[in-house]
């Protein structure tokens, strides 16, 4: 596997000095890339130097809501908070076909926990791209895996207050690595994107003892009847109204070689690392303000369940199992959108006295303000939990959202 990493390290390498003549520009500072896709109306605040040699885009949002939840067998609470509160530069230095893109999180959801020993959760993206031409995007540094439809989109490009908790469970989120993304996206016709990663498999800022087990991911996207208007796979809902019917389907594995945690780039720490497998498929659908999207994860793992050597009682398992989302809207002229989604989520037998099944129904109401740089959300959201015992559980909360961003 090393030298697969070497090989593919060097192919990059080699690529940087091939002569690709790209017009160079201080009209449009809006970078679109691939391996960190965003959404935005806009296009921030961008400042290009007199000779074009370099360029620099600053971008900020914030998340600011307020959840009343009922958990059963407990008393109801109401949070208030900063869900997220990112920073994003980017631009190009020298020549535009070298990039760049920061993103800083200062939110305390985002940035964690301050435990001793431990990292400070800050960094999200901090990754260097060349884009020879229009089909190639290769990356170097830490940034989101091609991983599923929902994780890759911006969370402040979604249509309800959080994703899913299948989502939450099964994705793979950030990893420190190498990407290759061929794109071959056009209006009218078939089109695909083949996009590939190798990558640490520990997760952002990972500063752990190194050792020789590696992560592997691939991603196929077809887009039968032509690529969506403005990018419209990297945010949810049919906010320009497609007047043409559009369609996409995509498809992800991902081998994680000696993972350290319990949901690979994401989780707890194991007591012993163990070899993972991630299928990741989705679907979505956009015609005339109406969207649907569909997904299927599943994550697998041989021994799932790891012991305290000290403490037998103390155990950290890989969560693993299978779930399905389902997520059906329609926008009005006026801006208003309703939406409704239903998720269920299956443990393996393995970690079935140590986790439940889950169903998950949410219903919303969002009203964009300035597409979904500046909206408002309102959801009510249950989970009907199934434990191995036959005992249930159901929990639920109301929430308010307000996004802003440029």
């Not at 935005?40 to 360029?55: A, M, R, V, W």
């Not at 949002?61 to 980017?90: K, P």
């Not at 990018?231 to 498809?251: H, I, Q």
Request: glycine share 8%.
């Amino acid at each position: 596997m090393k030298k697969v990493f070497l090989i593919v390290f060097s192919a990059f390498t080699l690529s940087l000095t091939a002569q690709v003549e790209i017009k160079r520009t201080t009209q449009n500072n809006d970078l679109k890339l691939s391996a960190l896709p965003y959404y935005s109306y806009g296009k921030g605040l961008g400042l290009t130097s007199p000779d074009s040699i370099f360029q620099f885009n600053i971008r900020f949002r914030m998340q600011n809501r307020v959840t009343y939840m009922q958990n059963d067998g407990e008393e109801s609470a109401i949070d208030g908070q900063i869900r997220r509160l990112r920073l994003r530069f980017d631009g190009y230095v020298g020549d535009p076909r070298f990039l760049y893109a920061i993103q800083l999180s200062f939110a305390p959801g985002d940035v964690g926990e301050v435990r001793e020993g431990e990292n400070v959760n800050i960094i999200r993206d901090a990754v260097l791209f060349y884009r020879p031409n229009k089909n190639w995007n290769i990356g170097f540094g830490q940034t989101k895996l091609p991983g599923n439809r929902q994780r890759v989109n911006s969370s402040g490009a979604l249509q309800l207050t959080d994703r899913t908790i299948n989502n939450a469970r099964f994705t793979i989120d950030r990893d420190f690595g190498l990407q290759v993304h061929n794109l071959n996206e056009y209006a009218d016709k078939f089109s695909y994107n083949f996009k590939g990663a190798v990558s640490m498999g520990e997760g952002r800022n990972s500063t752990e003892e190194p050792d020789n087990g590696l992560a592997y991911t691939g991603k196929v996207e077809l887009f039968p009847l032509g690529a969506f208007t403005r990018d419209g796979t990297y945010f949810e809902g049919d906010l320009v109204r497609e007047a043409t019917p559009k369609l996409l389907f995509s498809g992800v594995y991902q081998f994680n070689n000696k993972a350290r945690r319990t949901q690979g780039q994401l989780g707890n720490d194991l007591f012993e690392k163990r070899d993972m497998q991630s299928i990741l498929l989705d679907a979505m659908f956009k015609y005339d303000g109406w969207s649907f999207q569909t997904a299927y994860m599943q994550r697998i793992a041989n021994d799932p369940v790891t012991v305290n050597p000290d403490d037998a009682t103390d155990v950290e398992y890989v969560f693993t199992g299978n779930g399905f989302d389902y997520q059906l809207s329609y926008i009005f002229p006026s801006n208003y959108e309703v939406i409704g989604r239903f998720s269920t989520q299956n443990v393996n037998d393995d970690i079935q006295a140590l986790a439940p099944d889950t169903n998950q129904y949410s219903i919303g109401l969002t009203k964009y303000i300035w597409e979904h740089s500046f909206k408002a959300q309102a959801e009510l959201t249950l989970d009907d939990q199934q434990f191995f015992d036959g005992s249930s559980r159901q929990n639920w909360y109301v929430r308010f959202q307000v996004e802003i961003g440029i």
